[in-house]
C-alpha cells in the first residue's frame, strides 16, 4: 500500500517555469522525503523536511509541510531541461518502523 | 565504494526459474533496503535488513522471495519460480542508519519473466 499520493502524475512545462508538485499523505508522519529518478536509473534523494518542520529550501528546491492538511509541495524554480524525471515523496509513519513508503511519483517534462 | 551497485542490470528469466539479485551497499551503512518497483509506481518495500540481521520482511509477497546479508555488507535478492507478476525493477538502497536519515538507492536490477 502506498501512503503518500503525489498530483498531478504528470506535468509538462517549459524550461524556466516554476514546476509545483503535491504530496499527500494519510498518518502521522516522523517527517517526509522528496526524491527523484531519471528514467531507468534509481532514486536520488532531493531533500528531508521533518514534521516539526514547515518549510525547507534547498538550491532551487523548496519544500513545504503542512501537517493539519497531511500534505508537502515540492516547487523547483527556473527549471531545466535536466529536471525532467519522476518525483517522488516518501513517508514514515508516526510510532512506527522508520521505513519509508513512497508515492506513485509525479511525472515532469521540461521542454527546453 | 562510490555509491550502492546491483547486479544484474537487467534479467531475464522464463517462468519457473529461479534468480539472484545481488546488492552491494555503501561501505559501513548499517541499513539496507529492498523495494519492487512496477512500472508507473513506485517503489514497495520488500524487506529490510540492519547488518546481518533481517529485522522487517513484511514486504516480500510470498514465499518465493526469500533476501540475505550473511556478513552485514552484500545482500541477495532470490526469487524462486519465478512468474510474470514479478516483473519488476528492484532497488535496493542503503542508509548509514535507520531512522531520520537519507537512503542512498542503486540503479536496480530490471527483472522480465517471460
Known amino acids: 500500500s502506498q501512503q503518500g499520493e503525489e498530483d498531478p502524475q504528470a506535468l509538462s512545462i517549459q524550461e524556466g517555469e516554476n514546476a509545483t508538485m503535491n504530496c499527500s499523505y494519510k498518518t502521522s508522519i516522523n517527517n517526509l522525503q522528496w526524491y527523484r529518478q531519471n528514467s531507468g536509473r534509481g532514486l536520488v534523494h532531493l531533500i528531508l523536511?521533518?514534521?516539526?518542520?514547515r518549510e525547507k529550501h534547498s538550491g532551487r528546491l523548496r519544500v513545504t509541510l503542512d501537517t493539519s492538511k497531511k500534505s508537502s509541495s515540492l516547487l523547483i524554480t527556473a527549471s531545466r531541461a535536466a529536471d525532467t524525471a519522476s518525483y517522488f515523496c516518501a513517508t514514515d509513519a508516526a510510532g512506527g518502523s522508520y521505513i519509508p513508503t513512497f508515492g506513485r511519483g509525479t511525472s515532469l517534462i521540461v521542454h527546453p | 565504494g562510490a555509491g550502492v551497485s546491483q547486479s544484474p542490470r537487467y534479467k531475464v528469466a522464463k517462468r519457473g526459474q529461479d534468480v539472484a539479485l545481488r546488492c552491494d551497499p555503501i561501505s559501513g551503512h548499517v541499513s539496507l533496503f529492498w523495494y519492487q518497483q512496477a512500472l508507473g509506481q513506485g517503489p514497495e518495500f520488500l524487506t529490510y535488513f540492519q547488518n546481518e540481521a533481517q529485522l522487517d520482511k513484511s514486504g516480500l509477497p510470498s514465499d518465493r522471495f526469500f533476501a540475505e546479508r550473511p556478513e552485514g555488507s552484500v545482500s541477495t535478492l532470490k526469487i524462486q519460480r519465478t512468474q510474470q507478476e514479478d516483473s519488476a525493477v528492484y532497488l535496493c538502497?542503503?542508509?548509514?542508519?535507520?531512522?531520520?536519515?537519507?537512503?542512498?538507492f542503486g540503479p536496480g536490477t530490471r527483472l522480465t519473466v517471460l
Open positions: 538502497a542503503s542508509s548509514f542508519f535507520l531512522g531520520d536519515d537519507t537512503q542512498y
Open positions: 523536511i521533518r514534521s516539526n518542520e
